[in-house]
């Protein structure tokens, strides 16, 4: 089983969009998918609710924390055949909350929202996952998408060079599309839309970095952003450990 979190300590950055959007993607090819919803709003449950039977199936399993620890075990329960686990965190995760959702990842999606603040605070928390989840140590892969992006100005910069100098990758552009919007209040995914062509083809990276498998769909042009690949270097230690971050990133 393949475990993908998706994860941001801000609210409102795309979690469950992306998540619902992944799993939907798996889920219509035939792949056993399971999401594991960790926020007690519960959207990704409601999405499930609202899907019914409509498209591939998808299980839905809650792990909130918000009754007794048997029934939360028994909630939780991700079937066996699962192949494709896709974990939707509540916003503000930390701690020993963060760590549970960790020790069960393979990979991190992270979006992020294109306001200043909303990039300060996630390279903040990329280097939380760094430091305290020392996600390298445990070999779990983690990726950056940008969500409601309305026009390719130079806002995700400072977070692109930030990541770039750790050797993260920044995947792809998600657009501020209705198209989402209709696909959540619709229980489907884009992948399972008609008119959704730009959608598929903005989702298609993140796809494909999870699977390891390119061109999932169409024959246009992927749209990963391309950034060097450097490893871990000494470069990059006083941007993790040092005040640069700040100057890296502080909005203005
Ligand atoms: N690319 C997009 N285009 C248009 N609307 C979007 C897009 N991404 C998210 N939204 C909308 O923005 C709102 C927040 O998105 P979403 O619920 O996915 O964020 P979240 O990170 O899961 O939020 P929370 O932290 O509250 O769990 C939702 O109403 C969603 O439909
Ligand atoms: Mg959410």
């Not at 620890?69 to 192949?83: C, F, G, K, W, Y």
């Amino acid at each position: 089983m393949n475990t993908t979190l998706v994860v941001n300590s801000k609210g409102g950055s795309g979690k469950t969009t992306v998540t619902t959007n992944l799993a939907s993607y798996f889920a219509s090819r035939d792949v056993p998918t399971t999401i594991l919803d960790y926020d007690p709003q519960g959207s990704s449950l409601a999405w499930l609710q609202l899907r019914g039977r409509r498209g591939g199936r998808v299980y839905g399993a809650n792990g909130a924390h918000q009754r007794g620890p048997r029934i939360r075990s028994i909630e939780m329960h991700v079937p066996a055949d699962t192949r494709q686990l896709v974990i939707d965190a509540p916003a503000g995760a930390s701690g020993l909350l963060l760590q549970e959702m960790l020790s069960r990842a393979n990979c991190i999606v992270i979006p992020v929202a294109p306001s200043p603040f909303d990039i300060y605070a996630t390279a903040n928390f990329v280097k939380d996952l760094l430091l305290v989840g020392r996600i390298r140590t445990r070999s779990i892969r983690l990726a950056v998408v940008a969500n409601r992006v309305r026009s390719t100005g130079p806002v995700y910069r400072p977070l692109e060079r930030f990541l770039g100098s750790l050797g993260l990758p920044f995947l792809t552009r998600i657009s501020d599309s209705e198209v989402y919007v209709k696909a959540a209040e619709a229980g489907l995914g884009v992948f399972e839309m008609e008119d959704a062509a730009p959608e598929r083809e903005e989702l298609t990276p993140i796809v494909e970095w999870i699977t390891g498998e390119p061109r999932v769909v169409g024959s246009a042009e992927a749209k990963v952003i391309g950034l060097p690949q450097q490893r871990w270097s000494e470069r990059a230690r006083p941007l993790l450990y040092g005040t640069d971050l700040n100057s890296v990133t502080r909005p203005g």
